[in-house]
């Protein structure tokens, strides 16, 4: 599951183009050796070059990692102390900051992805004229609503909470658009919307639920909250 992947590695991966992920990008699991100490360690190899996830680096060699806006702050033990002249005064600690947590950026991406998963299911039947029912939209509405529901038990800071708002109004927003194009199927009003491409996306209601997840999924991508009026 996407849940038990590395954070880092995730967001690598999301932006990469496509053809450059299936081509060129190589992950395995190898043994990383630190100062000495062995440990496995996640890797992956790009266009012949080596990235290996930060935390598996920290926690190999018994350092700490920080995070402080768009700073990241990796200490390795005896790093200070070896280089230090006698009598130096100890380095300022950055402060530590504290954003979404892990396990909610990944149950925070796993909730986008069922909602576009939904949303984009949707928009296909109908431009193609395929019959749309209650039951069969109700089956995609469960599995982004049990996602969301897993992204609000894994809130654990401020940040975390915040940003949950803006999920919530997002999968009300998909919520409200999906019926509307099961109660249009039942009323045969679909008509329009095989006619042109771009008639289903042009709608306000449409641009509203593609700019708020193109906005949510750089925001959990960031480890960051940030606020966007295309969510509200």
Not at 23 to 37: I, M
Request: proline share 4%; aromatic share 6%.
């Amino acid at each position: 599951m996407r849940s038990k992947r590395s954070v880092g590695l995730l967001v690598l991966l999301m932006l990469l183009p496509w053809g450059v992920i299936l081509a060129q990008v190589k992950q395995e699991s190898r043994t990383l050796v630190v100062n000495g100490k062995a440990g496995e360690a996640t890797v992956v190899q790009i266009n012949s070059r080596t990235y290996v996830d930060l935390e598996n680096l920290a926690r190999i060699a018994n350092g700490s990692l920080g995070f402080d806006k768009n700073q990241i702050t990796l200490t390795l033990p005896g790093g200070y102390e070896a280089s230090a002249p006698a009598g130096a005064p100890a380095p300022e600690q950055p402060v530590a900051h504290v954003g979404l947590s892990r396990n909610f950026m990944m149950a925070g991406i796993e909730t986008l992805a069922q909602m576009r998963e939904w949303a984009s299911t949707m928009a296909y039947a109908i431009q193609n004229g395929y019959g749309v029912t209650e039951s069969w939209a109700a089956d995609y509405r469960e599995k982004a609503a049990n996602a969301l529901r897993q992204a609000s038990a894994s809130v654990s800071t401020d940040a975390d909470r915040n940003a949950m708002q803006l999920l919530a109004i997002e999968f009300e927003a998909v919520r409200e658009w999906s019926n509307k194009l099961v109660e249009a199927k039942k009323s045969m009003d679909t008509a329009k919307y095989s006619t042109s491409p771009n008639a289903l996306r042009d709608e306000p209601l449409s641009q509203k639920i593609i700019s708020c997840g193109h906005f949510l999924g750089s925001m959990l991508g960031s480890a960051e909250f940030k606020d966007d009026p295309s969510c509200h």
